[in-house]
C-alpha cells in the first residue's frame, strides 16, 4: 500500500508514522506539506490513500480555509480543475483519481464533518487527532484502508 500524508507539520504525525512502519513496514509512505508538493507528488506516484490535515497551510490560488477540499475535489474532478481555481502543474493529472482519501483534524470531528458537507465533500473518514492517541488512529485508519472484496 502506498499512502501519501499530506501534513504541513511532520511533528503532528511522527507517533502514527512510527505506529505504521512498525506494524505495516511494506506500506510506502511519503509526505507532502502543501499543496504544491501534494500535487507534484498525486502527478508522480499512484497512491492508495491519501491521509489530509484538513487545515493546510495557505495557497494563494484558493479561498483561505479550504485548500485540503480543493485538493480532494481537483484529484475527483474529471478535468482536474474546481470552479475558478486550477491545481499547480494546470493539466496534469494525478496517478490514481480512485485513492481513498482521509481527513484528518485537530479540531472536534463533528465540525470537520459538518464543515466537509458544506463544502460538497461529505462521506469522506474524517478521524479527530484530539479524540484518539496514535495507535487507536492506526486501528481506525487500517480499518478504512482495508481492502474491499470484488
Not at 78 to 102: C, E, F, L, S, Y
Not at 133 to 148: A, G, M, R, Y
Request: net charge negative.
Amino acid at each position: 500500500m502506498r499512502v501519501l500524508f499530506v501534513e504541513d507539520s511532520r511533528a503532528m504525525i511522527v507517533d502514527l508514522v512510527d505506529a505504521i512502519q512498525r506494524d505495516e513496514p511494506e506500506w510506502e509512505l511519503d509526505f507532502a506539506h502543501d499543496i504544491p508538493s501534494a500535487w507534484e507528488h498525486l502527478c508522480s506516484h499512484k497512491y492508495d490513500a491519501l491521509i489530509v490535515d484538513v487545515m493546510l497551510p495557505a495557497w494563494p490560488h484558493v479561498p483561505a480555509r479550504s485548500e485540503a477540499i480543493y485538493l480532494v475535489k481537483w484529484l475527483r474532478s474529471p478535468d482536474g480543475k474546481h470552479g475558478v481555481a486550477q491545481p499547480p502543474r494546470g493539466t496534469v493529472r494525478p496517478a490514481n483519481t480512485k485513492a481513498k482519501v482521509i481527513f484528518l483534524t485537530s479540531r472536534t470531528v463533528n465540525g470537520a464533518v459538518t464543515e466537509l458537507e458544506q463544502l460538497g465533500l461529505g462521506g469522506l473518514p474524517v478521524i479527530g487527532r484530539l479524540e484518539m492517541d496514535e495507535i487507536e488512529v492506526f486501528k481506525e485508519l487500517k480499518k478504512i484502508l482495508k481492502p474491499t472484496a470484488g
